[in-house]
Structures are given as structure tokens and as C-alpha cells.
């Protein structure tokens, strides 16, 4: 059974850094493309960013391109978000997902696993 958890979420003040981890088990990580979504208080899960089987391939929602990164290392089987000059309307719950191919495509489309989820809140 695939298991996808997260950590690293907390709070941080506005500006500040966090990185996020994802540790997968239960299939050979590094034949899938990986990608986090997040969920803010009384909103729709959104779709964040995604990368591809290799790493070799990225792609990023509009509202965080440029302050947020993702990344992945195949040998540990996990994948990170590096989150920098984060807002306020950056807090939500932050979810690892496993995608059902190499590649994502429509990254918002695919997922087949999801983690449980780690909260993220940014103080203004």
C-alpha cells in the first residue's frame, strides 16, 4: 500500500522560509511524478507543483512561480517543497500526491494517492 506522509509544515512570519518533505513507501518512487496541493480554510484543494518522474520536468500554480520550488530526491524516495517569501494567503494544508504515471500533464488531474496532509500558516 502507498503511503505518502509530509513534514516540515508550522508557522512562520511573513517573508520567511519552510521546506516541506514528503517520504513515500509502497511502489518504486521514482517511476512516478509527485506534486503537492494545498487547501485553505473554507476554500477548494489547489493545485501547487509537480514534477516529473526524473525531475527533469517541473510546473508551478501562477501564485507561487518564483517563491516556491519542488524537487525530489529518487534515492530517499521523497519529495520537497522549498517555500520562500511566503504570504499570508500561502496558509493552508499542504498535500503530497502521487501521480499514476512518469509524467503529470494536467497536473491537476492524475492524482492516484494522497498524503494526510501538514498545516502551513503564515503570520502577517
Known amino acids: 500500500q502507498v503511503q505518502l506522509v509530509e513534514s516540515g509544515g508550522g508557522l512562520v512570519q511573513a517573508g520567511g522560509s519552510l521546506r516541506l518533505s514528503c517520504a513515500a513507501s509502497?511502489?518504486?518512487?521514482?517511476?512516478?511524478?509527485m506534486g503537492w496541493f494545498r487547501q485553505a480554510p473554507g476554500k477548494e484543494r489547489e493545485f501547487v507543483g509537480a514534477?516529473?518522474?526524473?525531475?527533469?520536468?517541473?510546473k508551478y500554480a501562477d501564485s507561487v512561480k518564483g517563491r516556491f520550488t519542488i524537487s525530489r530526491d529518487n534515492a530517499k524516495s521523497t519529495v520537497y517543497l522549498q517555500m520562500n517569501s511566503l504570504k499570508p494567503e500561502d496558509t493552508a494544508v499542504y498535500y503530497c500526491?502521487?501521480?499514476?504515471?512518469?509524467?503529470?500533464?494536467?497536473?491537476?488531474?492524475?492524482?492516484?494517492?494522497w498524503g494526510k496532509g501538514t498545516l502551513v500558516t503564515v503570520s502577517s
Open positions: 500526491a502521487s501521480y499514476s504515471s512518469g509524467n503529470y500533464g494536467d497536473p491537476r488531474r492524475g492524482v492516484d494517492y
Open positions: 514534477i516529473s518522474w526524473s525531475g527533469g520536468s517541473t
Open positions: 509502497g511502489r518504486t518512487f521514482s517511476r512516478y511524478a
